[in-house]
């Protein structure tokens, strides 16, 4: 069956960078882009971007603009995503979810997991 | 001020009918598709529709979905204690160049 499989959680303090990863299985990696959400304690999911899985191109959130990368394995069906210069209000946890399209769609299905990251001194 | 409005709780009885309102905007709503999504208490958020009013396979036929303008409604038919959880639409917003989701509809099966 579809699954994805997110790493472990982290706990960074201020100014670091966290790296995350989502492992696909069950369909052809490349077919399909990576979309990744983040949802703080007790808010609503915050889509953070995607990644196309086959080229590597990548859109991302105005508001983490310049502090998020996407990036991908084709050869491990794994999607990264690294956010730098965290802050307590990164404090969140992170999902990665297979998207039904880019830019224009807000369909995913299956999502991972989920990874918690705690930002804290 | 949220860009997609839910009310924040909805509640009904076994058996009952509820639905549940999403509010956009002609650059979220009123120009792409609708998505629902059930969030149970500790674990991922889960597609419930998609394109407006499509279940995938696996989601019962309770569940519903409708579009009218700017606005989407959720509805949920013979209401079962598993139904409690957060509901959230989600739309991609023209405007902002970005996915939005709702504020979320917490459900509680009286």
């Known amino acids: 069956q579809v699954q994805l499989v997110q790493s472990g959680a982290e706990v960074k303090k201020p100014g670091a960078s966290v790296k995350v990863s989502c492992k696909a299985s069950?369909?052809?990696?490349?077919?399909?882009?990576i979309h990744w959400m983040r949802q703080a304690p007790g808010q609503r999911p915050e889509w953070v971007g995607w990644?196309?899985?086959?080229?590597?191109?990548?859109k991302h959130s105005q508001k983490l603009q310049g502090r998020v990368t996407l990036t991908r394995d084709t050869s491990a069906s794994t999607a990264y995503m690294e956010l730098s210069s965290l802050t307590s209000e990164d404090t969140a946890v992170y999902y990665c979810?297979?998207?039904?399209?880019?830019?224009?769609?807000?369909?995913?299905?299956?999502w991972g997991q989920g990874t918690l990251v705690i930002v804290s001194s | 001020q949220s860009v997609l409005t839910q009310p924040p709780s909805a509640s009904g009885t076994p058996g009952q009918r509820v639905t549940i309102s999403c509010s956009g905007s002609?650059?979220?709503?009123?120009?792409?598709?609708v998505n629902w999504y059930q969030q149970l208490p500790g674990t991922a958020p889960k597609l419930l529709i998609y394109?407006?009013?499509e279940r995938p396979s696996g989601v019962p036929d309770r569940f519903s979905g409708s579009k009218s303008g700017a606005s989407a409604s959720l509805a949920i038919s013979g209401l079962q204690s598993e139904d409690e959880a957060h509901y959230y639409c989600?739309?991609?917003?023209?405007?902002?160049?970005?996915?939005?989701f709702g504020g979320g509809t917490k459900l509680t099966v009286l």
């Open positions: 979810a297979r998207g039904w399209g880019y830019s224009g769609y807000a369909r995913f299905d299956p």
């Open positions: 069950g369909y052809t990696f490349t077919t399909y882009p």
């Open positions: 990644i196309n899985a086959d080229i590597g191109n990548t």
């Open positions: 002609s650059s979220n709503i009123g120009s792409n598709s």
């Open positions: 394109i407006n009013n």
């Open positions: 989600a739309v991609w917003d023209d405007s902002l160049n970005g996915v939005v």
